[in-house]
């Protein structure tokens, strides 16, 4: 069946750090990749999406791409900041318009 | 545009109630999915409308039900309470089938 694995974390760098999170997948036919932020207390925001292979989703300063020989999505920001504070989770979407999750990564940037 | 809105935002519940949270979707999307968030099972999908009918369901035992209105607006109904029902209920419109939308969520406490 369809499934996320990300790499589990906590992760905790120094403001101005490079940000890696990896994500792998396992999924039928050819599906659609997404990077979802969730702040505290809050709910779920589309951070980054590609919906084809060698497809570069952005956004803010962050990156992934999709790559379908290593079925990989890995999240990577240049230079990370305190405000990046968040839980990331990686998501795949099939054909059927449900996504499955990764279990998230806890980020905590200090000054 | 206004984004997708959940109510009520908390709610505390006793075990062998029933519970109802309600989602309003962006404007002009029709479909409406429901997600469940616990720390021990992470994100996962419940099921989802489109045109007030139910396309697509997760794994959830038949406690867990929903509807939508013609207005796109959706409706979740839990019924006889667990305590493993605690959790917060995300819900997420979308246009497409490319992105989801998520509102807020629903923290729901059963004692």
């Known amino acids: 069946g369809d499934s996320v694995t990300q790499m589990e974390g906590p992760v905790t760098l120094s403001e101005e750090a490079f940000l890696t999170i990896n994500c792998t997948y396992t999924?039928?036919?050819?599906?659609?990749l997404f990077w979802y932020v969730q702040y505290p207390g809050e709910g779920l925001q589309l951070l980054l999406k590609a919906t084809k292979a060698d497809d570069k989703g952005s956004n803010k300063g962050f990156e992934a791409t999709y790559r379908k020989e290593t079925t990989s999505f890995h999240l990577e920001k240049g230079s990370v900041q305190v405000s990046d504070s968040a839980v990331y989770f990686c998501a795949l979407l099939t054909g059927a318009n449900n996504l499955f999750f990764g279990t998230g990564t806890r980020l905590t940037v200090i000054p | 545009k206004a984004g997708v809105t959940q109510t009520p935002r908390y709610l505390i519940k006793t075990r062998g109630q029933q519970v109802t949270l309600s989602c309003s979707p962006i404007s002009g999307h029709r479909s409406v999915s429901w997600y469940q968030q616990t720390p021990g099972q992470g994100l996962q999908f419940l099921f989802e409308?489109?045109?007030?009918?139910?396309?697509n369901k997760g794994n959830f035992p038949g406690r867990f039900s929903g509807r939508q209105f013609s207005n796109s607006r959706s409706e979740m109904n839990v019924s006889t309470l667990e305590l493993g029902d605690s959790a917060l209920y995300l819900c997420?419109?979308?246009?497409?089938?490319?992105?989801?939308?998520f509102g807020p969520g629903t923290r729901l406490t059963v004692t």
């Open positions: 997420a419109s979308s246009l497409s089938e490319h992105e989801q939308y």
């Open positions: 999924a039928t036919g050819y599906p659609s």
């Open positions: 409308y489109f045109s007030e009918t139910q396309r």
